[in-house]
């Protein structure tokens, strides 16, 4: 039986899970503002899927507590996943409706269901419908 097997929604985030999603949050791009005033509100909502370490956010409501601005679709912030100079993957929060969702890791080739750990992150997020949208601030 694994850690995540025992933990129900509304649980804290583990310290990796944290670590992870401030680290998503940490860009400076429209809504990353309010990314990380959710995040400090933010627990575990679950497992996405029961073969992988991905998983759900739920954020505490409050009156007070800004959405993310919309943005044009897929992730909100990504992170590279590498491996010395080896492209793994993306780690990736997703925001649907202005509300933090959740954290998945897209590897690209063999499938890795846990989550990497934050030494295998590159340094900075992106969102790629910036890359295609460009936002003023």
């Known amino acids: 039986m694994d850690d995540n097997s025992r933990r129900v929604p509304g649980s804290p ?15 400076n791009w429209p809504g990353t503002k309010e990314a990380r005033q959710q995040a400090a509100r933010a627990h575990w909502g679950g ?14 409501e409050h009156p007070n507590l800004p959405r993310i601005p919309p943005h044009p679709g897929g992730p909100f912030a990504s ?4 491996e010395g100079e080896t ?18 890791f897209m590897t690209f080739g063999a499938s890795d269901q846990r989550l990497p750990p934050v030494e295998q992150l590159g340094s900075e997020p992106f969102a ?8 003023a601030e």
Request: aromatic share 8%.
């Open 13 to 27: 985030l583990n310290s990796q899970e944290r670590a992870l999603l401030e680290l998503l949050c940490s860009g």
């Open 47 to 60: 497992l996405a899927f029961d073969d992988c370490d991905d998983f759900l956010i739920e954020v505490s």
């Open 79 to 82: 992170l590279e996943v590498l």
């Open 87 to 104: 492209l793994l993957g993306h780690l990736n929060l997703w925001a649907p409706d202005g509300v933090l969702h959740s954290v998945d």
């Open 128 to 135: 790629f419908w910036l890359d295609s949208n460009p936002v």
